[in-house]
């Protein structure tokens, strides 16, 4: 018999979860809030360069289904993280765009030398890896 998500878990529960996984993933992602949404909860973070994508767990009514989607989408995010640590230090003057959704695609970007360059992918750990290969190719390399 399946549950709403809200049912199976609480706020505090989520957290949780979210918490055990970084931890596990060694890779500091700090957590903003869990936020009770209608169908489910989404989940605030950041890293030290600065906001990362929300998690938003909707419409799962098994358990176990529940913490494959938190661990699954914590793990893009620690992927995430790495890229934006490996550009970081490659271009140490760099600022990062907010990643930013619309409808599959999400956009992401990194501001230095006055230019920005953007990429976009299915998830922010694929557009991130796109941005990453392309900052290689425009040889943004620290002298």
């Given at each position: 018999m399946s549950q709403s998500v809200h049912a199976l878990l609480s706020e505090?529960?989520?957290?949780?979860?979210?918490?055990?996984?970084?931890?596990?993933?060694?890779v500091t992602i700090i957590l903003d809030g869990v936020d009770k949404l209608p169908e489910g909860y989404r989940i605030r973070s950041h890293d030290s360069y600065g906001?990362?994508?929300?998690?938003?767990?909707?419409?799962?009514h098994n358990m176990d289904r529940v913490l494959d989607w938190i661990s699954l989408n914590t793990a893009r995010l620690g992927a995430t993280v790495r890229f934006r640590r490996k550009l970081a230090t490659q271009v140490p003057d760099c600022q990062f765009i907010t990643p930013t959704s619309t409808g599959n695609v999400t956009v992401v970007g990194i501001c230095t030398e006055g230019k920005?360059?953007?990429a976009n992918g299915w998830n922010a750990c694929l557009a991130y890896q796109k941005l990453n290969r392309k900052m290689t190719e425009l040889s943004f390399q620290a002298a």
């Open positions: 505090a529960d989520v957290e949780a979860l979210f918490i055990g996984v970084t931890t596990a993933l060694c906001s990362l994508p929300d998690i938003e767990i909707k419409s799962i920005t360059v953007r």
